[in-house]
């Protein structure tokens, strides 16, 4: 056989996504028969999501499971799906829209040399500050964490009037202890594992934006498959997108509530504070449309999302 | 490894810099300076309003590559990349002239190779379009690296081919060999272990480092069949690294600190405070000698710098001449993994710990080992120092007064940092800001005659550093992609039992590779094996980069290869066996320290906690 699939992931060893990656393994390697070779890169061993991008490129590595970080860096119209802050209040939105977008994304991708199977959400992003904050005005006074990865996000804190402190992420942790900064959006999961918690230990129950990702081959890679193994690679994906999505909004909500254990101090905003975050999106929308993301996708994901609330008033609900 | 020291080299410059000469060293002086500057502004306008420079991360980044590919190409045209060979020096003038032929032959085809392939990441990279700031695509500064390839390539081939027609045969050849490794398949075995044979020929004869580990990971790829556009994806990760400014940022700061009288003031205000005390000759030695390697990094230069000021100080205070070579040779080892020295940080950026926290794991043991060198030296200094003249508190208020704008400059860092106003980077460059103003405006230990001399030589050394970085995470890549590092893990796993095993078979095999290689090429190629190994048998990751670094310093004083050994012997012009002989009672005291540091995890491991 000549497939012989490398992939890489951030996801630890031994974790749920590294397991469903195992079984489309699995399912390549039953299909193809005798000979071909399927190697998984875990714990980001191939280097951040923009490095395995680049190694994409160059064909040193054919597929990665992948979040809108480094999928935006092939396709930008993905952006919309988690870098556009408090677009989306539920997995229900996030479906409509991603029902409404993702096939054109794919054909992008498509053209672009690159194969999307299975788009799922994994959890969401959160403010987690070191004194209590209920608006994003209460983030202003202090310092706030951006990646260094993101200049674009730097630029635009600025604009907006905080005060961005750009960190790589070995650095955040240390940064958020010494006092460099003072704020950081998190995932639960990750701010469980790394304790962010014991030095901003006050998180603001919004959801700030979700992590959005799918897993992608090369055109390369996946010409050389068969169509009943690209029929098996779906298959399995398919089968697994319940069990990541379920396990995404448990893994939250479990983080949560052990950090709350250990004293984290969640902030409800009151439904005028609620409102607080929802004028800030006035401000901050349009510095990133057209710049962080196509402005055309931008439109037609918060028309989407405006026609189903006004459709289904009470979906802001809880999924 | 060989340090690219001028006062070493004894011939910087050899001729006065023709023009276009000085029109390079003044861009890659220009280029340096401005990564100094933009993250000062940044700071204080951060601090000051909530503006800021945009992009401003982003682009030093990529400056930090520009330095890099400029200052590798200056140090091949000054003759002064990274070599590991010592060999050399034995060997006669015909043999040695032979050897050098072969080993830059070598070299420039390695670059040939490299540029062919870094080219085609740049093309790839092209088609994707990403933007840096102010609409300066990425791929503009990823192009340095292939052309700066070529440039170190063409200068060290013309060395082998001085002639221009020869040259350019050489240069066609090169072009044909880096095609055909272009459109190769899969090297097949024999013909790799052939050419990985003239490789090591090429190392021992003084092959430069990058070409070896860069030729060395060509073939490993080739042989794999994997793209050595892989090569350049590693190398271009490794010098925009985030935190990799601090490494140019400080290691200005530390030339400017050596060239300017600070040695000086600081060795008068020490022995003004301590020299009449009972092993005050000895404490102002060892405080100097190690605030100085905290800044360069290299314990090995401090012994030239500061080697003839401190000498004669012990001499003068009755020390016999052996155990003051001893002290001088081994003073600035506490330096080593005293912030902000060059080792913390470039292992906390491959083990991609935070550097803060590697800086505060550092600080306990270092001052172990210090109190090492001072017992020492109170052992050795003659009891009828003793009662010796009394504290000459006008002579110390003098000094200190003399030398306040130097000893402020670790504050300067320190409290950038700690204080939370900076981020690592910008700590840095606050650092060499503020030692740049007090040695030219305050001070005027400095010209700007010096500063044209001075900006060029730290650009060339960490061009030569960042060359092997580059490419020596390419080598650490195909390790990854080969899963190789999952086997050695479980292969130690089976065959060493607990973190206490692990941790005795670490200070063995460190040891002994301290022998032969030098702690810069160590953290590049060892550290991301042991990081992963030492979290297989749960070692915290600071104590284990703290264990790493004691361990790896002891390197500077063993045979083979031991800077320290080196330097020394050749600043007082004794046998490098001699220097051994009198430094050998300190190696074995500053072992039992490292053995101190590995099994008492809470010497490195108390501050970072404390902070926390
Ligand atoms: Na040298
Ligand atoms: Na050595």
Redesign the interface.
């Known amino acids: 056989s000549t497939v012989h699939v490398?992939l890489a992931t951030l996801a630890p060893k031994g974790s749920l996504y590294h397991r469903v990656l195992q079984q489309i393994g699995a399912a390549i390697q039953k299909s193809e028969g005798e000979g071909a070779t399927v190697?998984i890169?875990t714990d980001g061993?191939?280097?951040?999501e923009a490095?395995v991008?680049?190694?994409m490129?160059?064909?040193?590595l054919n597929a990665a499971m992948l979040s809108v970080v480094g999928l935006s860096?092939?396709e930008p119209t993905v952006s919309v799906l988690q870098k556009m802050p408090l677009l989306f209040r539920s997995t229900d939105e996030i479906d409509e829209v991603s029902k409404a977008l993702l096939p054109q994304a794919e054909k992008n991708l498509l053209a672009k040399g690159y194969i999307a199977v299975q788009w799922s959400d994994a959890g969401w992003v959160r403010f987690f500050s070191k004194t209590p904050a209920a608006t994003p005005a209460d983030l202003k006074a202090g310092?706030m964490f951006v990646w260094?990865g993101d200049?674009d996000q730097?630029?635009i804190m600025?604009q907006l009037?905080y005060?961005p402190?750009?960190?790589?992420t070995?650095?955040l942790?240390?940064?958020l202890?010494?006092?460099?900064?003072d704020s950081a959006p998190l995932t639960p999961m990750w701010a469980l594992a790394t304790q962010a918690d014991?030095?901003a230990s006050y998180m603001v129950d919004v959801r700030w934006a979700p992590i959005f990702g799918a897993i992608v081959f090369t055109r390369a890679a996946w010409d050389a498959m068969s169509e009943a193994t690209h029929a098996a690679v779906r298959a399995a994906a398919a089968q697994a997108g319940p069990e990541l999505r379920a396990y995404a909004a448990r893994a939250d909500a479990e983080a949560i509530a052990a950090m709350e254990k250990r004293g984290l101090k969640i902030t409800h905003p009151s439904a005028a504070q609620l409102r607080a975050w929802a004028d800030f999106t006035q401000q901050l929308y349009p510095l990133i449309r057209g710049r962080t993301m196509p402005a055309a996708t931008f439109d037609e994901a918060l028309r989407i999302v405006n026609e189903y609330r006004a459709r289904a008033p009470a979906a802001g609900g809880t999924r | 490894m060989t340090l690219p020291t001028p006062v070493l080299e004894g011939l910087a410059p050899a001729h006065a810099p023709r023009p276009a000469e000085r029109l390079e060293n003044a861009v890659l002086s220009g280029v340096l300076a401005l990564m100094g500057v933009i993250p000062v502004v940044e700071l204080l306008l951060r601090a000051t309003t909530r503006g800021g420079i945009h992009g401003a991360a982003a682009i030093v980044q990529h400056l930090g590559l520009a330095v890099g590919m400029l200052g590798s190409a200056v140090a091949a045209r000054e003759h002064r990349l990274l070599t590991m060979s010592a060999l050399t020096g034995v060997l006669g003038e015909r043999a040695r002239r032979l050897a050098g032929l072969y080993a830059n032959g070598i070299a420039v085809v390695v670059c040939a190779v490299l540029a062919s392939a870094e080219t085609r990441f740049v093309l790839a990279e092209r088609g994707a379009g990403e933007v840096i700031a102010y609409g300066i695509p990425v791929w503009w500064f990823e192009a340095l690296m292939p052309a700066g390839f070529a440039l170190v390539g063409w200068r060290l081939l013309s060395r082998v081919a001085p002639a221009l027609p020869a040259r350019f045969a050489g240069l066609v050849g090169a072009l044909a060999l880096a095609f055909a490794t272009s459109s190769a398949a899969t090297l097949p075995g024999p013909v790799a272990w052939l050419l990985a044979a003239l490789l090591a020929l090429g190392a021992l004869v003084g092959t430069p480092l990058f070409a070896v580990l860069a030729g060395t990971a060509a073939l490993l790829f080739l042989h794999a069949g994997l793209p050595l556009a892989a090569i350049a994806v590693d190398h271009y990760r490794t010098v925009v690294n985030a935190s990799l400014p601090a490494i140019p940022l400080y290691t200005l700061a530390g030339y400017v600190l050596a060239e300017s009288a600070a040695p000086k003031r600081l060795i008068e205000v020490f022995d003004a405070l301590f020299g009449g005390l009972r092993g005050g000759a000895t404490l102002a030695t060892v405080l100097v000698c190690t605030f100085f390697t905290s800044f360069t990094g290299a314990s090995g230069a401090t012994v030239l710098a500061l080697g003839g000021l401190v000498m004669p100080l012990l001499l003068a205070h009755g020390y016999g001449a052996r155990p003051a070579l001893g002290l001088v040779t081994a003073a600035g080892l506490p330096g080593t993994i005293l912030m902000p020295a060059l080792p913390l940080l470039l292992y906390a950026i491959v083990a991609g710990v935070g550097i803060k926290q590697m800086f505060l794991a550092g600080l306990l043991p270092s001052c172990l080992m210090a109190a090492i060198l001072i017992l020492f030296g109170l052992r050795h200094e003659p009891p009828r120092r003793a009662a010796a003249a009394r504290p000459d508190a006008k002579r110390a208020r003098r000094a200190l007064a003399g030398a306040a704008w130097e000893l402020a400059v670790p504050a300067v860092a320190l409290v950038a940092l700690a204080s939370g106003l900076a981020t690592p980077v910008e700590s840095a460059a606050l650092t060499a800001a503020y030692v740049l103003i007090v040695a030219t405006l305050i001070r005027r230990d400095l010209s700007a005659r010096d500063l044209v001399r001075i900006l060029p030589e730290c650009g060339l050394v960490v061009g030569g550093i960042l060359l092997v970085m580059g490419v020596a995470l390419g080598l650490t890549d195909y390790l990854v992609d080969a899963q190789l590092p999952d086997q050695v893990v479980s292969w130690v796993q089976g065959t060493v039992t607990g973190r206490v095993g692990f941790l005795l078979a670490l200070n063995v095999v460190l040891l002994a590779a301290g022998c032969l290689i030098e702690i810069y090429p160590a953290i590049l190629v060892l550290a991301p094996l042991v990081t992963q190994l030492g979290a297989a048998y749960g070692v915290d990751p600071l104590h284990l980069g703290v264990v790493f670094l004691a361990n790896m310093e002891l390197g500077y004083l063993t045979p083979l290869v031991g800077l320290n050994l080196f330097f020394a012997s050749y600043r007082f012009d004794k046998p490098i066996a001699e220097i051994f002989r009198a430094v050998l009672p300190l190696f074995v005291a500053l072992g039992a320290g490292v053995l101190v540091i590995t099994y008492l995890p809470s010497l490195s491991l108390a501050l970072p906690r404390l902070v926390h």
């Open positions: 490398k190697q890169y061993s191939q280097g951040g490095d991008v680049r190694r490129r160059i064909g040193q860096e092939i310092h260094s200049p730097v630029e600025k009037g005060h402190v750009v960190l790589e070995a650095d942790i240390p940064g202890q010494t006092g460099l900064i014991s030095s």
